[in-house]
């Protein structure tokens, strides 16, 4: 993965995370956060893992960040772009679609 392309990751990453890491540490710790989401075999959702991944990656230096991160951040960006595509009509303050986003580091009320 050369320079070019992880400094445009970067960017749809950081665009799109509008969550703080002290932001969605609190959120993680919720229930709300915690059942939102699918879960595999009754354990963690993968949004919320993935949320604990993104905590990670906000607070590491961009000189540290390993193709692997960048491979997250990338995921993350096209997770957020198709479930923003699919935003319920009304009002989603108290929705799970909300909630599932707030897992990948994305309010969409803000």
Excluded: C
């Amino acid at each position: 993965m050369d320079g070019e392309e992880r400094k445009k990751i970067r960017a749809g990453f950081h665009e799109l995370v509008n969550m703080t890491p002290a932001e969605l540490e609190k959120w993680l710790a919720s229930d709300r956060s915690r059942d939102a989401g699918q879960h595999k075999d009754g354990g963690e959702s993968t949004g919320h893992a993935s949320g604990r991944r993104i905590v990670g990656i906000l607070r590491t230096k961009t000189g540290d960040l390993s193709d692997d991160d960048y491979r997250h951040m990338r995921e993350v960006v096209g997770y957020i772009h198709r479930h923003l595509a699919q935003r319920p009509s009304g009002d989603v303050q108290d929705t799970r679609w909300r909630y599932s986003l707030m897992n990948w580091g994305h309010d969409p009320s803000v």
